[in-house]
């Protein structure tokens, strides 16, 4: 069970290859997706595949045309959602540069106290900057 967890992270973190999109999705809930669409099929067609070096991803592209579409339908949604995701979060620092230098410019930087201060500060700090917190995943 937990070979085939990692073969679904795998999967979804390297599927990495389309365009950000207006959500995201965090590697848990891609996991769940991908479990329910790609078990079948990666126990199939991947069962010996290593779970290392995208082993499991490269295995279902080989197999495109075996896999079921679900499954290949689902891998792409959640390679959208999660760069989606990763784009966000890199964004979140200069989205919210104001805000910051605002409400919590004496704080600390470094092991997320900045982003705790953010976060407290919520009805305070400007619209594009939640949102861009709330797509990152932080809240």
């Given at each position: 069970?937990?070979r085939l967890i990692f073969a679904f992270?795998?999967?979804?973190?390297?599927?990495?290859?389309?365009?950000?999109?207006?959500?995201?999705?965090?590697?848990?809930d891609a996991i769940k997706i991908l479990?329910?669409?790609?078990?079948?099929?990666?126990?199939?067609?991947?069962?010996?595949?290593?779970?290392?070096?995208?082993?499991?991803?490269?295995?279902?592209?080989?197999?495109?045309?075996?896999?079921?579409?679900?499954?290949?339908?689902?891998?792409?949604?959640?390679?959208?959602?999660?760069?989606?995701?990763?784009?966000?979060?890199?964004?979140?620092?200069?989205?919210?540069?104001?805000?910051?230098?605002?409400?919590?410019?004496?704080?600390?930087?470094?092991?997320?106290?900045?982003?705790?201060?953010?976060?407290?500060?919520?009805?305070?700090?400007?619209?594009?900057?939640?949102?861009?917190?709330?797509?990152?995943?932080?809240r």
């Amino acid at each position: 069970m937990s070979r085939l967890i990692f073969a679904f992270i795998a999967v979804a973190a390297t599927a990495l290859f389309t365009t950000a999109s207006a959500q995201t999705i965090g590697f848990a809930d891609a996991i769940k997706i991908l479990s329910a669409s790609c078990g079948s099929d990666i126990q199939k067609y991947c069962k010996t595949a290593n779970l290392g070096n995208n082993g499991i991803g490269q295995c279902l592209n080989q197999h495109q045309a075996q896999v079921s579409p679900q499954c290949n339908a689902d891998r792409q949604r959640v390679a959208t959602l999660i760069q989606a995701r990763l784009a966000a979060q890199a964004a979140v620092a200069q989205l919210c540069n104001r805000d910051i230098q605002q409400y919590c410019k004496l704080v600390e930087p470094g092991a997320g106290h900045v982003l705790r201060c953010i976060l407290k500060a919520e009805p305070s700090v400007s619209k594009k900057c939640n949102e861009a917190i709330d797509l990152a995943g932080y809240r």
